[in-house]
Nanobody, 117 residues
Framework: QLEESGGGTVQPGGSLRLSCAAS????????MGWYRQAPGKERELVAT???????NYGDFVKGRFSISRDNAEHTVSLQMNSLKPEDKGVYYCNYDYVHVGRKYITWGQGTQVTVSS
């Protein structure tokens, strides 16, 4: 139900904008977020944004990334600037939502980000 786009290969210092779109019915989306997984490492939080709340970022972001959401379109985006080689990984979007009285957590399939000169 979630599909990421915008991944690719960039040089160090470059930028990418990831987007995530939802299909299907979601009565209310609580938190939208981005996570990443580098080869041989566990999946880690990149950024989350709750409904009407402040965004939360992983410590490694250090002001380089910005998450935003469009509640009408059920989309979330991640603007990544000043990318570093260690930002390489598969980036996944994640929605925590409610539909017909039940709570769900869903993940996208991931989009690859590579930072290399």
């Amino acid at each position: 139900q979630l599909e990421e786009s915008g991944g690719g290969t960039v040089q160090p210092g470059g930028s990418l904008r990831l987007s995530c779109a939802a299909s299907g019915s979601m009565s209310r989306i609580n938190t939208m977020g981005w996570y990443r997984q580098a080869p041989g490492k566990e999946r880690e939080l990149v950024a989350t944004i709750p409904t009407g709340g402040s965004a939360n970022y992983g410590d490694f972001v250090k002001g380089r990334f910005s998450i935003s959401r469009d509640n009408a379109e059920h989309t979330v985006s991640l603007q990544m600037n000043s990318l570093k080689p260690e930002d390489k990984g598969v980036y996944y979007c994640n929605y925590d939502y409610v539909h017909v009285g039940r709570k769900y957590i869903t993940w996208g399939q991931g989009t690859q980000v590579t930072v290399s000169s």
